[in-house]
């Protein structure tokens, strides 16, 4: 995006990623154009992680805070060149790593195609003893506009924080299909085949990161989502009934012919046949047909094998909770056993009550099958964390 535009130097402002190969390619670092220079680029934020600067009216000034999720917030105030002229407060957490909290942690693991680079995110419980063997959940979201991996520092990254401390390495990671800020070709890997592209990254960064840490339980995994991710996660039981123990799939769109999305069509592929007819004076014309080969998790249904949670909000405007029933209607008919919640006024987005009693059946599922622990979670309340 553009920043500022400066008429009077003739110079642009904008962010920029991807460029640098010193920087993870998913960080946004700000760029300065002139416009009466061929090719004259100048990195003003060199620092690898995320930026989010505000320019001055007068474009001298920049004020600049930087932070990947391993890292705390940098504030600092740039000139028009990019040179840090001023360091604002830093945040004090002191009592926060004195409470135990710890840094998620980056990684960097290879494709299913064993060449392109995918980035992603690692929780561990705050008292971690790389010692012991512990469960691997993913939390997962297939995209297309967007994944689910934090670039910027935050004390508590939705449920992955919290789900770690019942006793899990809890990752999240990029795969080959999803955003579009690494490019055309990365983007439209997942054009046609949107679900299963998503899958075949996440268990190969799975067993990399089980090769290399000694600590990951590659017997053991788990995975969630909601919505695509959803989709997603009560996939992976079907399509890898072998690799996945349990997975709890919220608001999935589990039938995607009834998703009245338009980015739906789109990226699951539109085909294009032509044939010529006769019309009725004779003469040849050429009609179009047009198809769409829409996967759904009912086709796989039959494959389904270790242990599944299906949520839904009952007012679901967004994915509607007819996705749900579709799916556990051919779990039934395949003679499958399963788990259904269906929370009563939620929408697309769980809030209140509704949110609370979702993240503790999400704990208590993973506990159970992933743990053997039934209990796990039931004595905490979930409005303390509010």
């Not at 299913?112 to 469960?135: E, L, Q």
């Not at 579709?326 to 949110?355: C, Q, S, W």
């Amino acid at each position: 995006p553009i920043m500022k535009v400066d008429t009077a130097r003739r110079q642009i402002y904008f962010i920029g990623l991807g460029k640098e190969k010193e920087i993870d390619p998913y960080y946004y670092v700000l760029y300065r154009a002139d416009l009466d220079k061929t090719n004259v680029v100048t990195l003003l934020t060199p620092e690898n992680a995320s930026h989010d600067v505000d320019i001055s009216p007068s474009s001298k000034y920049i004020v600049d805070s930087y932070s990947r999720v391993d890292m705390e917030p940098v504030n600092v105030v740039r000139n028009r060149k990019g040179k840090v002229i001023l360091e604002l407060e830093k945040a004090d957490l002191k009592s926060l790593y004195a409470f135990g909290w710890k840094k998620p942690e980056r990684f960097k693991v290879k494709a299913a195609d064993g060449v392109t680079d995918i980035y992603g995110v690692m929780w561990k419980p705050a008292d971690f003893d790389s010692t012991k063997i512990y469960p691997i959940i993913s939390s997962v979201y297939p995209g297309p506009y967007f994944e689910y991996v934090n670039t910027s520092f935050a004390l508590n990254d939705a449920y992955n924080t919290r789900l770690a401390q019942l006793g899990f390495i809890v990752i999240t990671v990029g795969h080959r299909g999803g955003s579009p800020m690494r490019g055309k070709a990365y983007h439209r890997y997942g054009y046609g085949n949107m679900r299963d592209y998503a899958l075949e990254d996440d268990k190969c960064a799975i067993e990399q990161l089980a090769a290399r840490h000694s600590f990951i339980d590659i017997t053991k995994v788990g995975i969630f989502g909601h919505s695509g991710g959803g989709f997603m996660a009560a996939a992976a039981l079907c399509k890898y009934p072998d690799f996945y123990t349990a997975a709890v799939a919220s608001a999935g769109n589990h039938d995607n012919r009834i998703y009245n999305r338009g980015w739906v069509e789109i990226y699951h592929g539109v085909k294009e046949k032509s044939r010529k007819v006769k019309t009725a004076g004779g003469q040849d014309s050429i009609v179009y047909e047009y198809s769409c080969k829409v996967p759904t998790n009912m086709e796989l249904a039959a494959n389904l094998k270790g242990h599944l949670l299906l949520v839904a909000g009952d007012q679901d405007a967004n994915v509607h909770p007819a996705h749900l029933m579709r799916f556990a209607d051919a779990l039934i008919k395949a003679g499958k056993n399963f788990d259904m919640v269906l929370l009563p006024g939620a929408k697309h987005g769980y809030t209140g009550a509704n949110e609370r009693f979702y993240e503790k059946k999400l704990w208590n599922h993973f506990a159970r099958y992933l743990l053997n622990d039934a209990e796990a979670g039931n004595c905490v309340d979930l409005k303390d964390l509010k």
